[in-house]
């Protein structure tokens, strides 16, 4: 006597595609994807705070300007000094010799 109303049929299924970790795996999962999501909101409030604020004019008070012209010209002058010393490094020649030519 053979019954086959009481047995379990055994269905195999191919794997598809999705991600099937197990519990603490699923866990460090949810709690990654919270945390990306988490960092994204507080970068674009943070980008909409800074986006608010007014920039500083440059408006002469007392007098006297907010940005001096000789700390532009001390500015200026320390570039143009790495400009040369640039320009120099390129123009002189190397001093090590390829030996596999």
């Known amino acids: 006597m053979n019954l086959n109303f009481l047995k379990k049929k055994k269905k195999f299924k191919k794997g598809g595609l999705g991600i099937k970790p197990d519990l603490y795996w699923r ?7 919270i945390l990306i999501f988490l960092s994204c909101a507080f970068g674009l409030y943070f980008f909409i705070k800074t986006n608010e604020e007014p920039i500083i004019p440059t408006i002469s008070t007392n007098g006297q300007d907010t940005i001096k012209k000789e700390r532009f010209d001390k500015v200026f002058e320390y570039f143009s000094e790495r400009e040369k010393k640039s320009l120099q490094i390129l123009n002189s020649p190397s001093p090590i010799i390829d030996p596999s030519l």
């Open 27 to 33: 866990y460090i999962l949810y709690i990654t994807f």
